[in-house]
């Protein structure tokens, strides 16, 4: 298995600069995420690992050898593309063996490797029908094992499940989940997806505009979010980010007219005068009128079966997202009064946003 390094990675069109000093080291056998809003560059960073985009600026080092100017045949990556990339003329086992073939290898080889990875993948059946005759995610199934095959030192898969429905999309995370649990190979995997990244990934890198604002294992994010990019991109709903002021003399916070006591924090006294204030959906609890830190008119109830999302209207531009229980007696239109753990609390800079401390 592979470790893959990349030192001070640049990416220029010209004089746009789209990538800039990238420096990530993936141990080998490990399970990387590349998560981020469309634009991000993630894509491109996973494209110049496979030799599929010239590297403007930096070392790559594959297996502890300078790769940047290898041509991708010589990498021995194997790439898992978004649109399935088949071959509609042929079977799945001709779509499978054909790179294979192309590199010179022996027959009872080629068939060996097939039967293997058909038999990983779960599709046997299918080996002699083509393309057009396969579900979604049969086709990925399919993709998957023409990488397989190849036995490559490390895997990218560019969001390969976007193509596919809600339902296929959950199955085929798990299949994904289930391979790297088997074969422990070096994965590198792009989403724009956050729960296919706290999902299926070991660490998480967090890209925005071409640059990374935190790399970490999932609940690290979750719990720790450097910046405030990465605690409004990391959870499902966002987390719940308002606007404050530090009144620097009492250790407290005023929010929307009322005031918030610090618990166990850092002294004001070191924070800048205007903040954010984060707190998690479920970090938010119904309280008595006097002890509330926000109150508002319920305009939205997400009933999810395991678990109820309310979001209340709260006197500024986005709404409040609070968990309540599975069962809970929420109605639209209902006012609600409610207050944060203060030991769960996240403040950011109002103006660089990046983190000032976490409560925990």
Not at 108 to 123: F, P, Q, T, W, Y
Request: proline share 4%.
């Amino acid at each position: 298995m592979a470790g893959i390094a990349l030192k001070k990675i640049q990416k220029s069109y010209g004089a746009l600069e789209v990538i800039h000093n990238i420096d990530i080291e993936i141990e080998s056998g490990e399970f990387l995420v590349l998560v981020g809003p469309s634009g991000c560059g993630k894509s491109t960073l996973l494209r110049m690992i496979a030799g599929l985009e010239e590297i403007s600026g930096g070392e790559l080092d594959i297996e502890g050898r300078v790769a940047n100017l290898l041509p991708p045949a010589e990498r021995n990556i194997a790439m898992v593309f978004q649109d399935y990339a088949l071959y509609p003329h042929m079977s799945v086992r001709e779509n499978m063996s054909f790179g294979l073939k192309m590199r010179g290898g022996k027959d009872s080889d080629i068939e060996s490797r097939v039967g293997h990875a058909a038999d990983i993948l779960k599709i046997q059946d299918y080996l002699d029908r083509r393309p057009a005759q396969l579900s979604g995610g049969q086709r990925q199934r399919v993709a998957m094992g023409r990488a397989i095959v190849r036995e490559p030192v490390a895997f990218l898969f560019d969001e390969p499940l976007s193509n596919l429905d809600a339902a296929l999309r959950v199955e085929m995370r798990l299949e994904i989940a289930k391979l790297h649990n088997r074969m422990k190979a070096t994965t590198v995997y792009v989403t724009h997806d956050q729960v296919e990244a706290m999902t299926l990934a070991d660490r998480i890198v967090v890209m925005n505009g071409g640059v990374i604002e935190q790399i970490g294992k999932p609940l690290e994010l979750y719990h720790r979010p450097a910046s405030l990019f990465v605690a409004r991109f990391i959870g499902s709903p966002t987390m719940n980010t308002v606007p404050a002021s530090v009144l620097k003399e009492s250790d407290t916070l005023k929010v929307l007219g009322r005031t918030v006591k610090l618990e166990g924090s850092a002294p004001t006294s070191a924070m800048p005068k205007e903040v954010v204030l984060g707190i998690r959906p479920e970090d938010l609890l119904q309280c008595p009128a006097e002890e509330a830190w926000f109150s508002g008119e319920l305009m939205v109830a997400e009933r999810l079966g395991s678990q109820t999302y309310g979001y209340i209207e709260v006197g500024h531009s986005k709404m409040l997202s609070v968990e309540f229980s599975r069962d809970a007696d929420v109605n639209v239109g209902d006012i609600f009064y409610v207050r944060g753990n203060p030991f769960k609390i996240h403040l950011f800079d109002a103006l660089s946003g990046k983190r000032l401390f976490v409560q925990s």
